[in-house]
């Protein structure tokens, strides 16, 4: 699973549920590639795990103010701040993108599962993945604002290995109170 | 006849949108009831009979797969159409809804019309 073949993916996928759910269109930036983890440092991230015979992350971005503009296209109303209702549609919004990647994912590389996602608000704040893996980083422009998904996926451990194996990848969040 | 609905996922966002759907459907509607989950769904069906049932799958506790078995060997509830709406795309899962009895499958992200002719095609 190449970088292009990641960015295609979540471009289309990104690009159906903007303009289905929230009936906008999605400008493409320049997509990256990252060897370590995406730092997050505030805002809005949500973040699925993506399980099988290869595994990963997959991770929504966004600042706040987007978050509420996203939310708020979702669901037809104003949102003066990020509350639950901000947070669940954001869920959702992730959900739908990174399981049609997962979908499309799953023709080339077999069944695979997708966590509930899990998301995170706040300020002074640094998500990690753990283990080595490459990071596709596909950013989005929308009103002069813009968003990201991220995406890693790596070939999953051997079972024998046990869960230990530093090729395991999973996701941690401190936070500075 | 008023059809009362059963809308089941854990997401409210979802929940929501899929209420201003059927409202929008121009089918006859009367109560629409929510569920964030499987086990919450069973719960709510023992004490509110509904004429359509619209679920996600994946979702805690008890997943939409799980919960549409339940529905289907159940005598009070398993004459009530199930539509399957779902990220899950795998010709696999769908084939699993279809076997389990799904009355239908319309993967997320939907359009209005979408979600309109899929039940259009039920009533």
């Known amino acids: 699973m190449t970088h292009e073949m990641k960015v295609a993916a979540v471009r289309d996928a990104a690009h159906s549920v903007f303009e289905m759910m929230l009936g906008v269109t999605l400008k493409d930036c320049e997509p990256t590639r990252e060897e370590n983890s995406p730092v997050h440092t505030d805002g809005v991230v949500a973040l699925v795990g993506l399980a099988g015979d290869w595994a990963g992350t997959g991770a929504f971005r966004c600042s706040a103010e987007m978050a509420r503009k996203v939310s708020g296209l979702m669901l037809m109303q104003e949102f003066a701040a990020v509350d639950q209702d901000v947070l669940d549609a954001v869920g959702e919004i992730t959900n739908m993108i990174l399981g049609n990647v997962k979908t499309t994912f799953e023709e080339k590389l077999g069944p695979m599962g997708l966590s509930i996602p899990t998301v995170i608000y706040g300020r002074n704040f640094i998500t990690r993945s753990v283990g080595r893996c490459e990071w596709s980083v596909v950013p989005f422009e929308l009103d002069g604002g813009t968003l990201e998904i991220q995406i890693s996926l790596a070939k999953s451990a051997p079972k024998s290995l046990g869960s230990n194996h530093k090729d395991r990848l999973s996701t941690v969040v401190s936070m500075e109170v | ?123």
């Open chain 2, 1 to 123: 006849m008023a059809l009362d609905v059963l809308i089941v996922d854990d997401s409210g966002a979802i929940r929501k949108i899929l209420q201003r759907v059927l409202i929008q459907a121009e089918i006859p509607l009367g109560k629409v009831y929510e569920a964030g989950d499987g086990v919450e769904a069973l719960e709510a069906l023992k004490q509110h009979p509904v004429g359509l049932i619209l679920s996600d799958i994946n979702m805690p506790n008890m997943d939409g797969l799980q919960l549409l078995s339940a529905v289907k060997a159940q005598a009070t509830t398993r004459h009530v159409p199930m539509v399957m709406i779902t990220t899950e795309g795998s010709s696999a899962k769908v084939m699993e809804a279809v076997s389990l009895g799904a009355a239908g499958y319309v993967r997320k992200p939907f359009t209005a019309e979408q979600i309109k002719e899929k039940l259009a095609g039920l009533f």
